[in-house]
């Protein structure tokens, strides 16, 4: 099993930048797909980035496609979205989650660990 705690939301302005660090216990961290979703008032939860095993693929939802960047440091057991150019519409709640297997998938019933989850408010 592995646990994941997330940190870095906050309030920023439409543009700004922020980090989301997501830190995994485990010494098996290197074993899991890692996976950044949100979920904004009344709406889904929904895919935002993930990243394979060794870091060396990801993939990224349309909407943030060229603005995010996932990554992640099997030594540290951590994996990182950074935010760029954020707008109103990132508002939400962002949670980590990790995989057992090699596939980079997308859907939220495909990742079985959860973090609590941080806000991100973005003003306009």
């Known amino acids: 099993q592995v646990q994941v705690v997330e940190s870095g939301g906050g309030l920023v302005q439409a543009g700004d930048s922020l980090r989301l660090s997501c830190a995994a216990s485990?010494?098996?961290?290197?074993?899991?797909?890692m996976g950044w979703f949100r979920q904004a008032p009344g709406k889904e939860r929904e895919f935002v980035a993930a990243i394979n095993r060794s870091g060396s693929s990801t993939s990224y939802a349309d909407s943030v496609k060229g603005r995010f960047t996932i990554s992640r440091d099997n030594v540290q057991n951590t994996v990182y979205l950074y935010m760029n150019s954020l707008k109103p519409e990132d508002t939400a709640v962002y949670y980590c989650a990790a995989r057992s297997g090699v596939e980079v998938l997308s859907g939220p019933r495909d990742y079985n660990y959860w973090g609590q989850g941080t806000q991100v408010i973005v003003s306009s």
């Open positions: 485990g010494r098996i961290f290197g074993t899991y797909v």
